[in-house]
């Protein structure tokens, strides 16, 4: 982990602090059930300017580790009984933490995996415009199955949902998922996003919609697999930042492919890759402007 934070040009050594104390609330194998250890996925900012870090895994074995670290953090106890009162309520099939180092802030919080209808959450939803403006797109579109529900933290608490895209092809899930973009958005993916998505190795797309203050602060819109050169090539379509240091960051995470990107839409527009730590290396690819 020092070593992948050390190839992000914004890491400062205060961080380090907080990095080691999220990995040492993440469950070591001989903590969780036999046959189960936590899984690592880190998300990297095209633009090199943010990490996260996700792990998740069996909730026997993570959610007291989780709540000591919880604990550990000074979060409030309001916090903690959202997360065992929704815990309770939804018996996960995944429990898992996350950490976030973007520019000068870090955020983080816990997040839930696994397949469930919407209903399940949809109450504990206060009404505002953000929950209005996503009501509106379930409801006309029938989608009713969250994969992801993930909350933050603090201060500035926030509360992400992603959502599988339905359809049997590749191209007709990305159709839905660029009308769900427009009414999320106000702007449908644009032909460059949407050729590169169709270049993706399943349909398995999903968006992703994240609230603070009542209000939708991002939209992502999520694909599987796509190569680096294709991403490169979108992002110079698009004008989107794709920085030298990306592929640095990957080396330092001795990452391999690409496992799922996203496309993300909130004060500024950009990509952001994810990859498993210790799954491989790539190449430096050449700086995209």
Do not use: C
């Amino acid at each position: 982990m020092t070593m992948s934070l050390s190839a992000l040009p914004f890491v400062e050594e205060w961080m380090d602090t907080h990095m080691a104390r999220w990995i040492e609330g993440v469950p070591m194998p001989t903590e969780m059930p036999e046959g189960h250890v936590a899984s690592f996925l880190v998300g990297i900012a095209s633009d090199v300017n943010a990490l996260t870090w996700t792990a998740h895994g069996n909730p026997d074995g993570y959610v007291v580790k989780l709540v000591d670290y919880l604990k550990r953090e000074k979060v409030s106890k309001s916090d903690i009984e959202l997360l065992e009162t929704l815990g309770g309520g939804l018996d996960p099939k995944l429990v898992g933490s996350w950490i976030r180092v973007e520019g000068k802030d870090i955020s983080k919080g816990w997040h839930f995996y696994g397949a469930q209808p919407f209903e399940k959450i949809a109450s504990m939803l206060s009404d505002s415009p953000g929950t209005t403006l996503l009501n509106e797109w379930l409801d006309k579109t029938g989608v009713d199955t969250f994969t992801r529900f993930a909350q933050g933290v603090g201060k500035e608490s926030t509360t992400e949902i992603e959502f599988l895209i339905p359809g049997v092809s590749i191209d007709d899930q990305i159709n839905k998922l660029s009308s769900g973009f427009e009414s999320l958005t106000g702007m449908p993916l644009s032909d460059n996003v949407k050729h590169t998505f169709a270049l993706a190795t399943e349909p398995a797309f999903a968006i992703s919609v994240k609230f603070s203050g009542g209000r939708v602060v991002l939209v992502s819109a999520i694909a599987p697999s796509i190569g680096d050169d294709e991403l490169a090539e979108l992002a110079k379509k698009e004008e989107l930042p794709w920085d030298l240091g990306l592929g640095r960051a990957r080396n330092a995470l001795q990452a391999g492919q690409v496992e799922r990107v996203s496309y993300q839409v909130s004060d500024r527009k950009r990509l952001e890759v994810y990859v498993t730590p210790g799954s491989g290396g790539t190449k430096e690819r050449s700086t995209v402007n």
